[in-house]
């Protein structure tokens, strides 16, 4: 059964930083692209990222841009979110979701339970 | 203000069917691949259609998905209570190198 496993959210103070992480079992990782989405409250999905299978080329919403950089290491099923100069338009719902392709993940095949991140002081 | 845009709204009754709308540009839906996504409130999104209009393996066939132009579309027949829930259109745009989606659309089944 494929699975994706979220952590690292929590409450952060504006201009504060924050790494989430994704754990991913079930599937041949380094074969898909990942991607990660939020959800603010009460509002619909945010695109944030997506990173290539293996090559690792990167994609982000220009809301996140020079911000926000997602990475994976695929020898521990395992993808990255390093969150920033945080503000409180970051907070949010963050879900891991795999790609259906291998170069970017615009189609989400699968997606996490979600983590969540709180910018506030 | 989302790239792509649905209705924020539909409604029928058990038994009717529906069509979601989702439209776009030539940058997006015009030259991408269209999913749509189920979001029951508090849990994680589900993938319904990919590629236009392929199913996932266990969606029931109540669910489809059309494409023409820089407008999809997501059909659901025979509607059950069960559908109540939120739903997005997805894809890729070329001009932003970036995925975006659709504001969601809130189906009530009455």
């Known amino acids: 059964e494929v699975q994706l496993m979220e952590s690292g959210g929590g409450l952060v103070q504006p201009g504060g930083s924050l790494r989430l992480s994704c754990a991913a079992s079930g599937f041949t990782f380094s074969k898909y692209a990942m991607g990660w989405v939020r959800q603010a409250p009460g509002e619909g999905l945010e695109w944030v990222s997506s990173i290539g299978a293996s090559d690792g080329t990167t994609y982000y919403a220009d809301s996140v841009k020079g911000r926000f950089t997602i990475s994976r290491e695929n020898r521990k099923n395992t993808v990255y979110l390093q969150m920033n100069s945080l503000t409180d338009e970051d907070t949010a719902v963050y879900f891991c979701a795999k790609g259906l392709g291998v170069i970017r993940a615009a189609q989400l095949a699968v997606w996490g339970k979600g983590t969540t991140v709180t910018v506030s002081s | 203000q989302s790239v792509l845009t649905q209705p924020p709204s539909v409604s029928a009754a058990p038994g009717q069917n529906v069509a979601i709308s989702c439209s776009g540009s030539?940058?997006?839906?015009?030259?991408?691949?269209v999913s749509w996504y189920q979001q029951v409130p508090g849990t994680a999104p589900k993938l319904l259609i990919y590629?236009?209009?392929m199913r996932p393996s266990g969606i029931p066939d109540r669910f489809s998905g059309s494409k023409s132009g820089t407008s999809a579309t997501l059909g659901i027949t025979g509607l059950q209570t069960g559908d109540e829930a939120d739903y997005y259109c997805?894809?890729?745009?070329?001009?932003?190198?970036?995925?975006?989606f659709g504001g969601g659309t809130k189906l009530s089944v009455l």
């Open positions: 590629d236009n209009n």
């Open positions: 997805g894809t890729w745009d070329n001009s932003l190198s970036a995925g975006v």
């Open positions: 030539s940058s997006n839906i015009g030259n991408n691949y």
